[in-house]
Every structure is written in structure tokens, then in C-alpha cells.
T-cell receptor
């Protein structure tokens, strides 16, 4: 039972580069979301999705794009990486019971 | 504004004693509260939750208390074990038509000393 799988685990980008963080879940959950964790700030919501084809912005969406073409996958795209996007990124999925199940995270450094 | 706040960045307790982690919230629309545990280099894992229609929920050594009038919840761990050493996050959810989203506190680092 894989749960929520995130790739890659680590990534170093140069300022201005683009990349996609992958997230897949095998629990048939309707809801998926992306968070970033920064020191002393807990986890903050970037974007979320309530189902295939439906996405919306969270608390800190600037600089990130998402799409959800299938129930299983919810990739996060950084269009032009900035040092302020250095963070640990977590993907989560949940059903209507509202318990979020998290992946193991992607540690991103932008230099 | 910080809608969910954990005022204690760290807490240290002796093995076998009680650990009490606290959390305050400001948004009256929150109706479901969760505690997560996080080890380094891992994602948060769900620990226990409570609905706003209850004031207490127990699961083994873990009990969550909710005081709606004070907008305060707490997590009690009894007895504390060294394996409980981790960062604990409080989270809140207000279910709306847009789906389930979690608002997190800053986290409390719990250290249980043998």
C-alpha cells in the first residue's frame, strides 16, 4: 500500500529554472493538496483540488501552477524558480473524512 | 494572520510523565481539528482528531481536548515515551463547498527524556 508518493525527494535548481514536483496517490481520494513547510511557519497550503479537472488556490499560490487530469496525480509546477521557493514540499490526499495523508516530501533548494 | 497558533516551540518531559501540547485558533468556521506527528525527513502522520461537536476524544495514550468557547485545544500523551519525541502539528479544517483544506500551527518539538 503506497499511499501518497512524491518524487523527487531532493532537488537543486538554479534561479529561473522550471521543474515539476510529482505526486500520486493510490487511495482513490477525491481531495489532493500541496503544502510547503518553512522553519517556524508550519505547513502552508499552496494549491488544492477537489477532483479531476478542478483546482483552486491556497494561502501561498504565487509562482506555482497545478493541474489535475486524473484522480491519482496532482503535479506541482514551478515556472521560474526563485530562492524564496527554497522549502520542503508536501503533497497530501484526503477523502470526505478530512484526514490528510501526506507524502514523505520533496526538499527543494533554489540557488 | 495566523489562524492556528502553537505558542510553545518546544517541550521537554521525562519518560512516563504526561506531555501536554497546546493549540489556539481564531477562525470560528473551523469545525474539525487534527494533530499530526512529524519525524525528521518524513511527512506528517495523522495522530488523532476531534469534531467541534465533541469536547474530548481518546485513542490509547493520546487524548485531545477541545474548548470551543476559548478556541483552544490540547493534546495529552500519557505516559510519554522516548519514541514520542517528534514535532507535533495542530491543524484545523472548515468544510466548505471547495473541499477539505487544513490550516496548520507552527509546530511544537516534543522531547521525551529517558
Amino acid at each position: 500500500n503506497a499511499g501518497v508518493t512524491q518524487t523527487p525527494k531532493f532537488q537543486v535548481l538554479k534561479t529561473g529554472q522550471s521543474m515539476t514536483l510529482q505526486c500520486a496517490q493510490d487511495m482513490n481520494h477525491e481531495y489532493m493538496s500541496w503544502y510547503r513547510q518553512d522553519p517556524g511557519m508550519g505547513l502552508r497550503l499552496i494549491h488544492y483540488s477537489v477532483g479531476a479537472g478542478i483546482t483552486d488556490q491556497g494561502e501561498v499560490p504565487n509562482g506555482y501552477n497545478v493541474s489535475r487530469s486524473t484522480t491519482e496525480d496532482f503535479p506541482l509546477r514551478l515556472l521560474s524558480a526563485a530562492p524564496s521557493q527554497t522549502s520542503v514540499y508536501f503533497c497530501a490526499s484526503s477523502s470526505r473524512d478530512r484526514v490528510g495523508y501526506f507524502g514523505s516530501g520533496t526538499r527543494l533548494t533554489v540557488v | 494572520d495566523q489562524q492556528v497558533k502553537q505558542n510553545s516551540p518546544s517541550l521537554s518531559v521525562q519518560e512516563g510523565r504526561i506531555s501536554i501540547l497546546n493549540c489556539d485558533y481564531t477562525n470560528s468556521m473551523f469545525d474539525y481539528f487534527l494533530w499530526y506527528k512529524k519525524y525528521p525527513a518524513e511527512g506528517p502522520t495523522f495522530l488523532i482528531s476531534i469534531s467541534s461537536i465533541k469536547d474530548k476524544n481518546e485513542d490509547g495514550r493520546f487524548t485531545v481536548f477541545l474548548n470551543k468557547s476559548a478556541k483552544h485545544l490540547s493534546l495529552h500523551i500519557v505516559p510519554s515515551q522516548p519514541g514520542d519525541s517528534a514535532v507535533y502539528f495542530c491543524a484545523a479544517s472548515g468544510f466548505d463547498a471547495s473541499g477539505s483544506r487544513l490550516t496548520f500551527g507552527e509546530g511544537t518539538q516534543l522531547t521525551v527524556n529517558p
